[in-house]
Nanobody, 122 residues
Framework: QVQLVESGGGLVQAGDSLTLSCTAS????????MGWFRQAPGKEREFVAG????????KYADSVKGRFTVSRDNVKSTVYLQMNSLRSEDTAVYHC???????????????WGQGTQVTVSS
């Protein structure tokens, strides 16, 4: 079983930056594909970014391309989501997720974190 714990959420103003972290345990981190999803009130959960085992294969949702950067540190068993130029529409609970495939995925994740709230005031 894989455990995922997110941190770094908070209240920021539009245009600010924020970095989320997610630490994994329960399986060698270098064998986990990782991703970030978000769910805003009244909306379905949506994919934000995904990263493969080595960090070279990465996918982003169109809505965050050029503003968000996903990265991983396999020594620290941590995946990051650097969020720049935040907008009010980025307000959501952000969830870390993991799967067992080598490459970045848009879906088919097996393990989920509890989430961390990001609120962007305009």
């Amino acid at each position: 079983q894989v455990q995922l714990v997110e941190s770094g959420g908070g209240l920021v103003q539009a245009g600010d930056s924020l970095t989320l972290s997610c630490t994994a345990s329960g399986r060698p981190f270098s064998t986990l594909g990782m991703g970030w999803f978000r769910q805003a009130p009244g909306k379905e959960r949506e994919f934000v970014a995904g990263i493969g085992w080595t960090g070279r294969n990465i996918k982003y949702a169109d809505s965050v391309k050029g503003r968000f950067t996903v990265s991983r540190d396999n020594v620290k068993s941590t995946v990051y989501l650097q969020m720049n130029s935040l907008r009010s529409e980025d307000t959501a609970v952000y969830h870390c997720a993991a799967h067992l495939q080598e490459y970045a995925l848009y879906y088919d994740y097996d393990f989920w974190g509890q989430g961390t709230q990001v609120t962007v005031s305009s």
